[in-house]
């Protein structure tokens, strides 16, 4: 079942906290990483969610699930188009 966007954005503020946590201690620049959302096993709304929160890409496991979820996602992810 897929969780809804409030969920999602808590949980993807979460972990680019402990992003922007290990950059500081690895000393890094956190704008030199990115947060990729994967969406294998879940519908094209995961993709949709991962737009609509700014993230530029999504990452999926099957080029057939993949090929799906693009023809099934928003103008807001273009990236998918």
């Not at 950059?23 to 956190?30: L, N, S, V």
């Amino acid at each position: 079942m897929l969780i809804d966007y409030d969920e999602f954005s808590r949980r993807a503020d979460a972990i680019r906290a402990q992003m922007a946590d290990a950059c500081a201690q690895a000393g890094r620049d956190p704008a030199s990483v990115e947060l990729m959302a994967v969406t294998k096993t879940h519908p094209a709304a995961a993709a949709d969610y991962a737009a609509r929160y700014g993230l530029r890409s999504v990452g999926e496991n099957r080029v057939q699930e993949g090929v799906e979820k693009r023809a099934q996602t928003s103008a807001a992810f273009p990236a998918l188009r």
